[in-house]
T-cell receptor, first 111, second 114 residues
Framework: DAKTTQPPSMDCAEGRAANLPCNHS???????VYWYRQIHSQGPQYIIH???NNETNEMASLIITEDRKSSTLILPHATLRDTAVYYC????????????FGTGTSLTVIP | DAGVIQSPRHEVTEMGQEVTLRCKPI?????LFWYRQTMMRGLELLIY????????DSGMPEDRFSAKMPNASFSTLKIQPSEPRDSAVYFC????????????FGPGTRLTVT
């Protein structure tokens, strides 16, 4: 699976958009980009995933660059409850069912 | 749906004792995963099952760890004998094979071995 690189920490003002970047320059054609988050003392929570096209759901938007070497998770209106560690994971469809969680980005939403 | 259920939520035991962690996956999900999370090593996959069959146990630390899935709605992770370095949060996750891979995690079991 391709390795991902994320900033260790970020701050965001409450109510503003939080943009979390992820680099995955060695991603291959059949690998999806997944985002999870982990709020303190809870299990990781699935947010969104995509292959090539941008995706949006009720939680967030995922923007994948045309060359697929990086992506951005967007929380459009961050709230205090969005404070968490956000993991960007790249996983191929033919590598079993394993997710490799890195160190993620610790997002702090500031009142 | 109740989501993935894990028990107990907290376990404190003495070194050398047997510990059994339990997981009930989401109904209809046919893949189940056990993870361990520590400050030092982050979130690590220990073992996963597909249709109740262990597929990859390469993440299991050593022979003291064993996992079973006797049916589609129940799995156990056993540590015998336990050691202080086994102290961690253990998560169970499940997934439906028809999905594109997203896994749904339980609340975890916080294990402390003294």
């Amino acid at each position: 699976d391709a390795k991902t690189t994320q900033p260790p920490s970020m701050d965001c003002a409450e109510g503003r958009a939080a943009n979390l970047p992820c680099n995955h320059s060695t991603i291959s054609g059949n690998e999806y980009v997944y985002w999870y988050r982990q709020i303190h003392s809870q299990g990781p929570q699935y947010i969104i995933h995509g292959l090539k096209n941008n995706e949006t759901n009720e939680m967030a938007s995922l923007i994948i660059t045309e060359d697929r070497k990086s992506s951005t998770l967007i929380l459009p209106h961050a709230t205090l409850r969005d404070t968490a560690v956000y993991y960007c994971i790249v996983r191929g469809s033919n590598t079993g069912n394993q997710f490799y969680f890195g160190t993620g980005t610790s997002l702090t939403v500031i009142p | 749906d109740a989501g993935v259920i894990q028990s107990p939520r907290h376990e404190v035991t003495e070194m050398g004792q047997e510990v059994t962690l339990r997981c009930k996956p989401i109904s209809g999900h046919n893949s189940l995963f056990w993870y361990r999370q520590t400050m030092m090593r982050g979130l690590e996959l220990l073992i996963y099952f597909n249709n109740n069959v262990p597929i990859d146990d390469s993440g299991m630390p050593e022979d003291r760890f064993s996992a079973k899935m006797p049916n589609a709605s129940f799995s156990t992770l056993k540590i015998q004998p336990s050691e202080p370095r086994d102290s961690a949060v253990y998560f169970c996750a499940s997934r439906h094979s028809g999905s594109q891979g997203e896994q749904y995690f339980g609340p975890g079991t916080r294990l402390t071995v003294t």
